[in-house]
């Protein structure tokens, strides 16, 4: 399963990779139990998500366009 990645350096520049983690099939719900994909449970050392309305601006995105605003 390919998971994006974006990190920013010492400088705030953005870096941008894509991070290949194993996945298998698994049974999800009650019989007949339809299939899907699921990796195996890894430690996260920091996380977070972000669900913004369309058109929303979040002030401490680091775009790579800081002269742009």
């Not at 449970?41 to 800081?66: E, K, Q, Y």
Request: charge should be positive; avoid cysteine.
């Amino acid at each position: 399963m390919k998971f994006p990645v974006i990190r920013t350096d010492e400088r705030r520049e953005p870096h941008f990779a894509v991070r290949d983690i194993p996945d298998r099939e698994v049974p999800f719900g009650p019989p007949p139990n339809p299939t899907g994909r699921m990796t195996d449970f890894r430690a996260v050392t920091a996380m977070s998500v972000d669900d913004l309305t369309g058109g929303a601006r979040d002030p401490n995105h680091h775009r790579p366009d800081r002269g742009i605003r």
